[in-house]
Every structure is written in structure tokens, then in C-alpha cells.
């Protein structure tokens, strides 16, 4: 739990204020609360399980009530690879996409990905990266050759 959310359960229970700070204090000098930790915890599993990009994380974390500076302290140690993660998400969607029309198939991932709180810009490039992958086959190498006849 967040400190935040741990002054909500303590008001819950009927506590004043003076005393829902020492048990807050108390807990935090123990180490039951950390803020910190649990923003890190939670951005970690949020990438790796949910795929999540910085716009979702930061917004599950807000809804903790995780302050402002440690939400942007725990979202500044991930690498800055919003791009690649968009992209790993849709490649494995893109290959459930192939009876839908281009149109659709595009409309439906790059929703999928702002969702994941991808900002608009990564979420149409990975959409159109991965669903052109899968069309061809697989991962291009970006270069293209021409036939000259």
C-alpha cells in the first residue's frame, strides 16, 4: 500500500489525524511503507506483465496517490524504450489481426497500444511496423531492393 492509501483505511477505521501520523511514521520508520519501493515495484510489473507505456504508469501510480516527484523518479530509472516495448506489444497482436482489413486492423492495435498509455506518435509506428511484419512474414531489415526491369 501507499502512504496515501494507507491514511484512507486508517480514517476508515475512526483514527484522528494525530494518530494516523505516528502509525504513518511508525510504519515508515519500519520500512512497511516506502512510496519509492512500491513505485518501482509497480512500474517494473507494469512493464513486464502488462506491457504498459509512461502515460499508464504514470497514471496507475497517480491513482495510488504515489507523489508527483517519486512517480518521476521511478519513471526516470526505465530505459527509455517506450518505441521498442509499443513494438514487442504489437507484434504479438498484430498476428491475430490477419483477417481484418489494413484499415481496421491498424485502428484496432493503435488503440490497443494508447491504452497501454503509448502517446499517439509510438502507437501508430509500432501498429504499422508490426502489422506490416506480419504481413510479410516477419521482422524487416529495413532495406528494400528494387527490381530494375
Not at 512500474?43 to 504508469?57: D, I
Not at 506489444?89 to 482489413?101: I, Y
Given at each position: ?41 509497480l ?47 504489437a ?18 492495435l ?40
Amino acid at each position: 500500500m501507499s502512504i496515501s492509501e494507507s491514511r484512507q483505511v486508517l480514517r476508515g477505521v475512526g483514527l484522528d489525524s494525530g494518530m494516523i501520523d505516528d502509525v504513518i511514521d511508525d510504519f515508515c520508520r519500519r520500512g512497511y511503507l516506502d512510496d519509492s519501493a512500491l513505485a518501482g515495484v509497480l512500474v517494473t510489473s507494469g512493464v513486464e506483465r502488462k506491457g504498459q507505456g509512461r502515460v499508464a504508469l504514470s497514471r496507475a501510480l497517480a491513482q495510488r496517490g504515489i507523489p508527483r516527484d517519486v512517480i518521476d523518479a521511478a519513471l526516470d530509472e526505465l530505459p527509455d524504450d517506450d518505441d521498442e516495448r509499443a513494438l514487442e506489444f504489437a507484434r504479438g497482436k498484430a498476428r491475430s489481426m490477419g483477417r481484418l482489413d489494413p484499415d481496421t486492423a491498424l485502428r484496432r492495435l493503435v488503440g490497443q497500444l494508447s491504452r497501454r498509455g503509448y502517446n499517439g506518435a509510438v502507437a501508430m509506428k509500432a501498429a504499422k511496423s508490426a502489422l506490416r511484419e506480419a504481413a510479410f512474414g516477419g521482422p524487416t531489415s529495413g532495406v528494400r531492393f528494387v527490381d530494375s526491369d
